[in-house]
């Protein structure tokens, strides 16, 4: 009887190889990749030079270059879209040397550039160093006094932004660091009504290094014989030893249902062909982890493998300029079981739009930040939408001696010097 089912299913994935193999020639015979249509495809075209000025406060080095040079590894890690955005700016058209044009004030404080043995980013000490960072800027230039940060962007690339912390429990108890609650914040955490997303945030990828994915490029010749393919963490016995807390159960709950379904090409190794073998798959896995972003998001959007987004309100990267919906399959946390049933009901015709659009080139430069950077790609993603807030409301400079902010509110902790 599992021989037969093992054949049935077998069969079912060469029908499926052979008609999105066909449908992958005809695109190729018409050498086109599908435009995004409507607003989003304009959004996602626009050219933020001219549209904005951006004044970069210069910090001493114990900021920024210091914390990098003690830590090289932050280069590479999925939070360093912190350290390439000041690097960026620093030699943009949009930035101007005179604060008094300036439409937006940068602060290059690494908040993530603190790693554990085995690369994994702590908070604890985040921040510390913000509020060191914004109590320097504030005593030395009078920008931040007039609006309280109004006009001034942080990236705030953790977990849960800029509530620093890798628990979402600990993180919400925590809130976003009050100093920051009249800035816009740059991140990588989006979840609709959640507090540690604040209204007017930019929602971005997180980093994953250009160059590196570009190396295991395959020839697009090669078809796509794997169904789904997934390749992670289902539990973290570590931090979570009960099972339940991590990824709300989702990941867990992908692992018991299909990991002996043979359409599911999932386990928790992590191959040196990975980066190839998304290129083989037709759908790639992107479940919530301890936040509900992760770099599958950018991974899959590069190789072209449709990613299948299990994370619940999640709020994704320039969601104004990019079709998620026409590109992606949102799964809610609960139907996981039926995840086989979704995916295999989904019609070729509609596989085939998803994976024209993923070809798109404009769509993959959105999700890169690549040095040196191009038109197109995630910073001036970052600037369109910076410049899209323009022009700011007069309601945001404050009157002579007017304070909103509360200095000395947050945890005790994060009021020790830094």
Not at 48 to 53: D, E, F, V
Not at 121 to 147: C, D, E, G
Not at 160 to 167: D, L, N, P, V
Not at 331 to 344: G, H, K, Q, S, Y
Request: proline share 9%.
């Amino acid at each position: 009887m599992e021989m037969e089912i093992g054949r049935c299913v077998s069969l079912l994935l060469l029908c499926w190889v052979f008609v999105l193999r066909i449908g992958a020639e005809e695109l190729e015979q018409n050498q086109l990749a599908e435009r995004i249509s409507g607003s989003a495809g304009d959004v996602l075209e626009d050219d933020p030079i001219g549209r904005l000025k951006v004044f970069v406060y210069e910090l001493p080095s114990k900021y920024n270059k210091k914390i990098l040079q003690k830590d090289p590894r932050c280069l590479t890690h999925m939070f360093a879209a912190e350290i390439f955005m000041h690097r960026f700016l620093l030699s943009s058209p949009v930035r101007t040397l005179n604060p008094e044009e300036a439409d937006w004030f940068y602060t290059p404080v690494y908040t993530t550039c603190d790693l554990t043995p085995n690369g994994l980013p702590l908070p604890f000490k985040s921040p510390r160093v913000m509020r060191s960072a914004i109590q320097y800027i504030s005593s030395n230039w009078p920008y931040w006094n007039r609006t309280e940060g109004a006009d001034h962007f942080f990236m705030v690339p953790h977990d849960f932004g800029a509530c620093f912390h890798y628990q979402e429990e600990k993180a919400i108890e925590r809130g976003i660091l009050h100093m920051l609650k009249r800035a816009t914040l740059v991140q990588t955490f989006g979840q609709q009504n959640h507090v540690c997303l604040k209204e007017g945030s930019i929602t971005i990828p997180p980093y994953a290094p250009p160059q590196k994915m570009q190396a295991h490029f395959i020839p697009p010749e090669i078809p796509r014989s794997i169904f789904v393919y997934f390749r992670g963490l289902f539990y973290d016995v570590g931090n979570d030893p009960e099972g339940g807390y991590y990824a709300r159960g989702a990941r867990a709950s992908v692992w018991e249902n299909f990991k002996d379904n043979p359409l599911f090409d999932i386990s928790t190794d992590h191959p040196m062909t990975y980066y190839e073998d998304m290129q083989r798959a037709i759908f790639c896995l992107c479940p919530l982890g301890w936040a509900p972003w992760s770099p599958r998001l950018v991974e899959g959007v590069i190789f072209g493998c449709i990613p299948v987004i299990i994370a619940d309100d999640i709020v994704l990267p320039f969601a104004d300029a990019i079709p998620w919906e026409d590109i992606g399959v949102f799964v809610a946390e609960e139907d996981v079981p039926n995840l086989d049933t979704i995916l295999t009901s989904i019609p070729p015709d509609v596989i085939l739009r998803k994976q024209r659009l993923l070809a798109n080139p404009s769509m993959k430069q959105a999700m890169l930040f690549p040095q040196p950077a191009q038109p197109g790609d995630a910073f001036h993603q970052i600037l369109n939408g910076l410049a899209r807030k323009l022009p700011h409301d007069k309601s945001v400079y404050l009157k002579p001696g007017e304070k909103v902010l509360n200095w000395t509110a947050g945890p005790v902790g994060d009021l020790k010097p830094w």
